[in-house]
Antibody, heavy 121, light 108 residues
């Protein structure tokens, strides 16, 4: 059974950093790309970033490019989202999702339960 | 970037009725790479449809997807209480990936 569990969310001041983790189980983790998708309170879904199965390819939404980085440790079945220079408009629930398809062209067959990031002074 | 526009924003229907949700793309979605998700309050999205018309594992046949190019439709044949939720379309044919703004299906 596929499980994705996010952690690391919380309240952080503007300009500070936070690292989210996504721990996966129930599938061959090293064979799949993993995405981050966020949802601001009461709003729709926004794609944030993706990392390929082998970490060779990483892509980001323009809204986070240069501030967020993504990495993975296939020995720990975990993906990380490092978020720097956080802004109020980064406030959202952050979901990790298992991808089906090529790195930049995937849909999401499994999602985690999400972790809330609140950027506020 | 492909912009997806979903309509209507809110659909008020009674249990047993048919729901028709629209997703229109600002440019053609290559290879019909379009997915639909259902999201209930406090929950993560759930994949319903991929490839415009293929049901995901475990999704009942009351959900059906159709369309190509720039116009796509999700149909729920007979609404049951558990189907009242927000539905999102997503295109994955062109980078960056993008989602529609969602359609809320509410009980009339």
């Amino acid at each position: 059974q596929v499980h994705l569990v996010e952690s690391g969310g919380g309240v952080v001041q503007p300009g500070r950093s936070l690292r989210l983790s996504c721990a996966a189980s129930g599938f061959t983790f090293s064979s799949y790309g993993i995405h981050w998708v966020r949802q601001a309170p009461g709003k729709g879904l926004e794609w944030v970033a993706v990392i390929s199965y082998d970490e060779d390819n990483k892509y980001f939404a323009d809204s986070v490019k240069g501030r967020f980085t993504i990495s993975r440790d296939n020995s720990k079945n975990t993906v990380y989202l490092q978020m720097n220079s956080l802004r109020a408009d980064d406030t959202a629930v952050y979901y990790c999702a298992k991808a089906v398809g090529a790195t930049q062209r995937g849909y999401f067959d499994y999602w985690g339960q999400g972790t809330l990031v609140t950027v506020s002074s | 970037e492909i912009v997806l526009t979903q309509s209507p924003g809110t659909l008020s229907l009674s249990p047993g009725e048919r729901a028709t949700l629209s997703c229109r793309a600002s440019q053609s979605v290559s290879s019909s790479y379009l997915a639909w998700y259902q999201q209930k309050p406090g929950q993560a999205p759930r994949l319903l449809i991929y490839g415009a018309s293929s049901r995901a594992t475990g999704i009942p046949d009351k959900f059906s997807g159709s369309g190509s190019g720039t116009d796509f439709t999700l149909t729920i044949s007979r609404l049951e209480p558990e189907d009242f939720a927000v539905y999102y379309c997503q295109q994955y044919g062109t980078s960056p990936l993008s989602f529609g703004g969602g359609t809320k299906v509410e009980i009339k």
